[in-house]
C-alpha cells in the first residue's frame, strides 16, 4: 500500500457501494503497489499511476483542491525505434490515459528487467466545498456492524450487572445481617469471606510494583479518557497529520501527575516508607520497557534504511519530555501523595497470617485470572477489528462516537467481572485478592495479543521477516498498554468493593 498527499489529502482510490436502488461513493485510502497473478507465482507491478485532482472555485480565478484521487495501472511500456536505437516512449503521449485503460499487456516484475514508471494529471471541477472535501474520506459504511459491537457488548454488560446486583443485593445483604447477628461462639463455626477480616487488607506480595502498575495505570486511564473527549468534540482532525498521537503523547507526559499521586497513596496504604524510591520506578518502569522495544524497533526500520524511522531529533524530544516532564510531575504528585494522611482499613489486619484452606481447581488463580479476561475482550473484539485494520490496512477510524461507548463499556465489564470473581475468592476464605484483582481484568490483554496474531495470518498478506517483527512488536506495546489500563481498572473496582462490605459488619 502506498500513499501520496496533495495539500494535506491523502491519494485515494474511489469505489461504489451499491444498496437499495443507491449508489454510494466512498475511498479506499492509498493504492496498491501491484497486484499477484491467480498462480501465485507472477506478479505485476502498477507503473502508471491516473490522478484526477477536484476542485472547487471560489472566485475568479481562484480555486481550492477538494479532492485527491487516483486509479493505478499495469501497463508494459513501448518505444518507438530508430535504427535500433531507443527513441521515445509510443505509450506515452496524449492518449496514454485511454491506452492504459484498455491495455492487455501488463507489466510483469522480472529480475533485471527495466520497468518505466509514468503518470498523467486531470483537473476536475467539483461541488464539493472545502470544509467538506475530507466527508468521503471518513465516510462510514458499516455502521451497522458497529452497532451490533455494542448490543453485544451491552448483554455482556446486563449479564454481569444482574449477577453483581445478585450479590450485593441478595446475598451480601443476607451475610452482613446474619453476620451482624452472630454472637462470638457462633461464628467460629462459620465460613465464608467474614472470616478473613483480618487479613484481607494485608499487604501482598511485591506491594511496590502493584502500586507502579496502580499508578500507571491511573496515568493511562487520564490519557484515555481526554483524548476521547477531544476527539469526541472534533479536536482532532485528520486533516491535522499526526495530531492524536501528539495529543496522546503529551496527555501522557502530563498525566504523570496523578500516576505519581495514585502510587504514592497505594503505597503509603501498605505501610511503605521510601516514597523516592516507588515514585522512580513509577516514571521508569513502564515508559523504560516501552521505550527499549520502541527502539530496537527503530533499529530494525533503520537497517532497512526507511523513511519511516524515527530520527534522532524526535527521539531526542522524547527523552526530554519523559525526563524533562513527565518524571518531575510523577515526583511532586508522589510527594502530595504521600504526604496526605494515609486511608485507614475499615477492619484491623491480625498480626498472624491466617491459613487458606485448599482450594477447587476452578479457583486455582490460574484459570480464574484466564477466565476473567474473557468477557471484557468480548466486549471490545468487534471494534478492535476496525482499529486494527486503521492502523495496519492505512484505512481511517473516526467513529469515535462508537469508541466511547465501547471504552464505558470496556470499564463496566472490567470492573463488574473483578467484583463477581473477587466474591466467590473470597467466599474461599482466600485473602489473597490484590494482584488477582489487577491480573484479572488485566488477562484480556493476553487475548487482544491472540486476536492480533489471528488477524496477522488471515487479513495481512507480510512475508518479509523485519515486517513480521514490527507487527508483532507494536501489537505487544499494545497490549502490554492494554493489560495496564484494563488491570487498573479493574483492581480500583475491587478494592472498593472490598472497602464497602467490610466496613458494613460489626468486628469486635
Excluded at 485527491?68 to 521515445?88: A, I, L
Excluded at 513509577?282 to 520502541?294: D, K, M, Q, R
Amino acid at each position: 500500500m502506498k500513499v501520496m498527499i496533495l495539500d494535506n489529502l491523502p491519494v485515494a482510490e474511489p469505489r461504489q457501494r451499491h444498496g437499495n436502488g443507491n449508489t454510494l461513493k466512498f475511498y479506499d485510502r492509498g493504492f496498491a503497489v501491484g497486484l499477484k497473478f491467480q498462480d501465485g507465482k507472477r506478479y505485476f507491478i502498477h507503473n502508471h499511476l491516473s490522478f484526477d485532482v477536484l476542485y472547487h472555485p471560489i472566485g475568479e480565478g481562484s480555486a481550492r483542491i477538494v479532492g485527491f484521487e487516483v486509479k493505478p495501472f499495469s501497463v508494459k511500456h513501448k518505444y518507438d525505434r530508430w535504427e535500433d536505437q531507443k527513441t521515445k516512449l509510443s505509450t506515452c503521449n496524449a492518449n496514454t490515459k485511454t491506452y492504459v485503460s484498455r491495455s492487455q499487456d501488463p507489466q510483469e516484475l522480472l529480475e533485471d528487467q527495466e520497468v518505466i514508471f509514468t503518470y498523467d494529471v486531470s483537473f476536475q471541477k467539483s461541488d464539493i466545498k472545502w470544509a467538506s472535501r475530507w466527508d468521503t474520506y471518513l465516510l462510514m459504511t458499516d455502521d451497522q456492524i458497529h452497532w451490533f459491537s455494542i448490543i453485544n457488548s451491552l448483554m455482556i454488560v446486563l449479564f454481569l450487572s444482574g449477577m453483581v446486583a445478585m450479590i450485593m443485593m441478595r446475598t451480601l445483604h443476607r451475610d452482613i445481617s446474619k453476620y451482624n447477628q452472630l454472637d462470638e461462639e457462633d461464628l467460629q463455626e462459620e465460613t465464608g469471606w467474614k472470616l478473613v477480616h483480618g487479613d484481607v487488607f494485608r499487604p501482598p506480595s511485591n506491594a511496590g510494583l502493584l502500586c507502579v502498575y496502580v499508578g500507571t495505570g491511573v496515568q493511562f486511564i487520564g490519557m484515555t479518557v481526554i483524548t476521547m473527549i477531544f476527539a469526541l468534540f472534533g479536536f482532532l482532525s485528520p486533516a491535522n497529520r499526526g495530531g492524536l498521537m501528539t495529543a496522546m503523547l503529551l496527555l501522557w507526559v502530563f498525566m504523570g501527575l496523578f500516576a505519581g499521586y495514585a502510587s504514592s497513596r497505594l503505597y503509603k496504604a501498605f505501610k511503605g516508607t521510601d516514597w523516592k524510591s516507588n515514585s522512580m520506578r513509577t516514571a521508569l518502569i513502564f515508559p523504560g520497557s516501552i521505550f527499549v522495544i520502541f527502539f530496537i524497533l527503530n533499529a530494525l526500520i533503520w537497517g532497512q534504511k526507511s523513511s519511516g524511522a524515527i530520527p534522532f531529533g524526535t527521539m531526542f524530544v522524547l527523552m526530554f519530555l519523559w525526563f524533562g516532564i513527565s518524571l518531575p510531575l510523577v515526583f511532586v504528585g508522589s510527594y502530595f501523595g504521600y504526604k496526605k494522611p494515609a486511608v485507614d482499613d475499615p477492619v484491623r489486619t491480625n498480626k498472624i497470617p491466617r491459613q487458606i484452606p485448599e482450594q477447587a481447581w476452578y479457583m486455582s488463580p490460574v484459570f480464574s485470572i484466564l477466565i476473567g479476561g474473557i468477557l471484557p475482550f468480548g466486549a471490545v473484539f468487534i471494534e478492535l477489528f476496525f482499529i486494527l485494520t486503521s492502523i495496519w490496512l492505512n484505512q481511517f477510524y473516526y467513529i469515535f462516537g462508537f469508541l466511547f461507548i465501547v471504552f464505558l463499556i470496556l470499564v463496566v465489564t472490567c470492573a463488574e467481572i473483578t467484583i463477581v470473581l473477587c466474591y466467590f475468592q473470597l467466599c474461599s476464605e482466600d485473602y489473597h485478592w490484590w494482584w488477582r484483582a489487577y491480573l484479572t481484568s488485566g488477562s484480556s490483554a493476553i487475548y487482544l495479543f491472540l486476536y492480533a496474531t489471528f488477524y496477522f495470518f488471515t487479513k495481512l498478506d507480510i512475508t518479509k521477516v523485519v515486517s513480521g517483527v514490527l507487527y508483532f512488536g507494536y501489537m505487544i506495546i499494545i497490549s502490554y498498554s492494554f493489560f495496564v489500563l484494563t488491570g487498573t481498572i479493574g483492581f480500583y473496582a475491587c478494592y472498593w468493593f472490598v472497602r464497602v462490605i467490610y466496613a458494613s459488619v460489626k468486628i469486635d
